[in-house]
């Protein structure tokens, strides 16, 4: 059996190796390694796969959630609202504006922000929401988009977890993940659905003025060589970057459908399978709770274990050679950078109990049936005898 990754770029980099090499020593023999043809043409495909009017690359996506909120405006004291079970970054930016996090609890079948939560939340300095489409699964953006036009609220989609993904709304239309809201985010990390081999990001949205805006933003707040209209930042996607994104956009539906095949495999061998809890989509259009479909696109593929040491499961599959991931170990309300007396614990008891029993098996697009079969007969073997 090939060893387990929990991501395994290198047998993904063997299938376009040709291509990739010849486009990035095409841009070193261009010299154009800033916003070099490579960067626009991957921005036109980009905004083209998205249906999205503009896309603008930058350098890591933690860059993007910033710039989003730079660019619609967002004043120090403004609270903006996200969910408490995700990664840091999310947090960061509204942290580094000098913006006030309002951080509410998630659902625990999906585990994306809870919409009930959100409402309870609102209040007259609220300016914005940020749904994290978590693990590769869309939120629930009909209910959201409703809510932020109710109270007049801008919805920032982080969607660095669920590049590709499409969301059904109640009347059936299908969009990509991050073209839902008023702005949407991504990151390019090698790990991502679609991942450069380094940093990048971009940052999407259907508004004409807020695109110009942030169009600034990322370079120094120039749109005329030194005439600095807006404050801005450096954050820009360099041409090789573009170039190995420009390799991969074209297999991303490929890349997830791999993605949902493998979590199919692991639902049918681990489902029923007492103190074992599989992920599910959540299909608005169909209103009921699904296995594997197209809103889902398994950047994590991630089990709750129920009255069973998660940790005790962590070890055990590290001895048998079985990569895993705990995300996230302790909540954002509880990190020390993020810590607020505005919280109280009994506000987030889905995430204080999803810290204790989340597990994330290998995930990528070549995992194969001798993998899967051992992972998930590891898992099994184990639940048993707890």
Sequence with gaps: ?????????????????????????????????????????????????????????????????????????????????????????????????????????????????????????????????????????????DEIMELAEDNNLYVIEDNAQAIGGTYTSKDGTKTKTGAIGHVGSTSFFPSKNLGCYGDGGAIFTNDDDLAHTIRGIVNHGMYVRYHHDVVGVNSRLDSIQAAILRAKLPKLDTYNAARRNAARKYSKALKGIQNIVIPTGYCEAENSVCDV??????????????????????????????????????????????KDERYNEADFPVTNQLIKEVISLPMHTELDDEQIEFITKTIINFVATS
């Design 1 to 141: 059996m090939r060893k387990i990754q929990m991501v395994d770029l290198k047998v993904q980099y063997q299938e376009i190796k040709e291509q990739v090499n010849q486009s990035v020593l095409d841009v070193i023999e261009s010299t154009a390694f800033i916003n070099g043809p490579e960067v626009h043409q991957f921005q036109e495909e980009l905004e083209e796969y998205l249906n999205v009017k503009h896309v603008i690359p930058c350098a890591n996506g933690t860059d993007a959630l910033q710039i989003a909120m730079m660019g619609l405006g967002l004043q120090p004291g403004d609270e903006v609202i996200t969910a408490d079970f995700t990664f840091a970054a999310t947090v960061e930016v509204i942290a580094l504006l000098g913006l006030t996090p309002v951080l509410v609890d998630v659902d625990p079948v999906n585990f994306n922000i809870d919409v009930e939560a959100i409402k309870k939340a609102i209040t007259p300095k609220t300016k914005a929401i940020v749904p994290v489409h978590l693990f590769g699964l869309a939120a629930n953006m």
């Design 293 to 338: 479909c197209d809103c889902h696109v398994f950047h994590q593929y991630t089990l709750r274990i129920l009255n069973t040491d998660r940790d005790a499961l962590v070890n055990h599959l590290n001895e048998n050679g079985i990569p895993c991931g705990v995300y996230y170990p302790i909540p954002l309300h509880l990190q020390k950078a993020y």
